[in-house]
């Protein structure tokens, strides 16, 4: 991903957790868990509104709505690109076009396991570079409830 308008860039933002990468996979794709820790504190993504088709080719879409004032939203309306079992996923976004965002913005999740945990390396691109402070806040509040999802999930694995 190069050669950007000017202006505009490659956002970058990773995080680790304690989760197994094929854990941390699953939340991506999973309509169930996505509902349940995607988006930062204060926005939701209502199960109602997800679509993913675990395939290349298939649709990866859902709307995040602001928990205080439903009518501010933020689409995902992406296409899956190329999947690699619990490592990577690859998708073309077409949703941010009604927010002033390019028409085509891929993102890429990366998950890796490394000896202090796995790692989560998330790609967005082109992106206005303006937006990079505020996305990079947002995601760490969503990793944050990822990681007490993953956390609820392995605590109820271990009581059986």
């Known amino acids: 991903m190069s050669g950007f308008p000017e202006g ?3 956002f970058e933002v990773e995080h680790v957790t304690s989760a197994p ?4 996979y699953e939340a991506f794709l999973d309509p169930e868990l996505i509902s349940r820790w995607f988006g930062p504190t204060g926005w939701s993504v209502p199960r109602d ?7 290349e080719g298939g649709a990866y879409a859902f709307q995040m709505v602001n928990e205080e004032d439903e009518s501010q939203s ?3 309306d992406a296409t ?18 009604e927010l002033g965002l390019p028409s085509d913005v891929v993102m890429e999740t990366l998950v890796e396991e490394t000896g202090q945990g796995t790692r989560i390396l998330i790609r967005q691109a082109p992106l ?10 947002g995601w760490k509040s969503s990793f944050g409830k990822l990681d007490a999802l993953l956390e609820e999930r392995a605590e109820a694995q271990r009581r059986g």
């Open 8 to 10: 505009f860039g490659q």
């Open 21 to 24: 990468a094929a854990d941390v």
């Open 49 to 55: 509104t997800i679509t993913v088709e675990r395939r």
């Open 74 to 76: 933020s689409p995902v």
């Open 80 to 97: 899956i690109d190329e999947l690699r079992e619990s490592r990577y996923i690859r998708a073309t976004d077409r949703g941010g076009a």
């Open 128 to 137: 206005p570079e303006v937006v990079f402070e505020p996305a990079t806040a």
